[in-house]
């Protein structure tokens, strides 16, 4: 099964850029990076995803590294709603299960 | 437009009796699954449709557990003779995948407690 390491907590401070790490050494060529984070009490939400070059979207950024054996995930302006736990998923199927780790709980705090 | 929703949110069963949860996925989406969340844990995954066709059912933990999506729409999880160990919140979620969008969305999930 597709394994990602991800530190078990951070925290932030309001208004400042949350960046989270994940490392996902056993990727392979065709496997797609993803993240989803949930926020207590409700199902898991989509971020952002990528395969090999870095991506941005309304929510957040997604930097891959070179070697692909890494991302981080960027949140640039965190705010108190994006306090949850933050999960790294990696994928070949994109139309198929997602295998969850620990994650990582993210604290944003005022 | 309206997510995915499932019903009920909360259930309470006695040890032993049989719980139906339900899901509605978003109107189109091809893709259904069923994961379970344990306290503190990250969801796991349990089944896969794809429309009324179950193509993975790998994660289901026992044989009291059993799914079904009957007209590739509404699907619904069946827990007979439930245990305390079956205790959890039971997530649904839904991709269209067509086009490219593969992303799953949640429902808020059911909160089963076993006593």
């Known amino acids: 099964d597709a394994k990602t390491t991800q530190p078990t907590s951070m925290d932030c401070a309001e208004g400042r850029a949350a960046n989270l790490p994940c490392n996902h050494s056993t990727i392979s060529g065709n496997e797609y990076v993803y993240w989803y984070r949930q926020i207590h009490s409700q199902g898991p939400q989509y971020i952002i995803h990528g395969l090999k070059n870095n991506e941005t979207n309304e929510m957040a950024s997604l930097i891959i590294t070179e070697d692909r054996k890494s991302s981080t995930l960027i949140l640039p302006h965190a705010t108190l709603r994006d306090t949850a736990v933050y999960y790294c998923i990696h994928i070949y199927n994109q139309g198929g299960k997602l295998i969850f780790g620990q994650g990582t709980e993210l604290s944003v705090k005022p | 437009g309206a997510g995915v929703s499932q019903s009920p949110r909360y259930k309470v069963a006695k040890r032993g009796q049989d719980v139906a949860l339900r899901c509605d996925p978003i109107?189109?989406?091809?893709?259904l699954f069923w994961y379970q969340q344990a306290l503190g844990q990250g969801p796991e995954f349990l089944t896969y449709?794809?429309?009324?066709?179950?193509?993975?059912k790998s994660g289901l933990p026992s044989d009291r557990f059993f799914a079904e999506r009957p007209e590739g729409s509404v699907s619904t999880l069946k827990i007979q003779r439930t245990q305390q160990e079956d205790s959890a919140v039971y997530l649904c979620a839904s991709s269209f995948i067509w086009r490219g969008e593969y992303e799953q969305y949640f429902g808020p999930g059911t909160r089963l407690t076993v006593t």
């Open positions: 109107s189109g989406h091809v893709s």
């Open positions: 449709f794809q429309n009324e066709a179950q193509l993975d």
